[in-house]
């Protein structure tokens, strides 16, 4: 699955790690994320995300 990186403060979101402690699972993918999902560290929305290459 694809690593996603918070724009803002460069922030990693690892689907295999997920977010558990905002209510993410591991195993979830970036795409599968609520809309309401904020960066854990900064608080930016998903469309501050880049995918990493």
């Known amino acids: 699955m694809e690593k996603y990186e918070c724009d803002v403060c460069g922030y990693v979101y690892d689907p295999e790690l997920g977010d ?3 209510g993410i699972a ?3 993918a970036f795409a599968d ?3 309401g ?3 854990p560290t900064c608080g930016v929305d998903k469309d501050s ?3 990493l290459s």
């Open 26 to 28: 591991p195993g979830t």
């Open 33 to 35: 994320i609520p809309d």
């Open 49 to 51: 995300f880049s995918l």
């Open 37 to 39: 999902w904020e960066c």
């Open 20 to 22: 558990p402690d905002n």
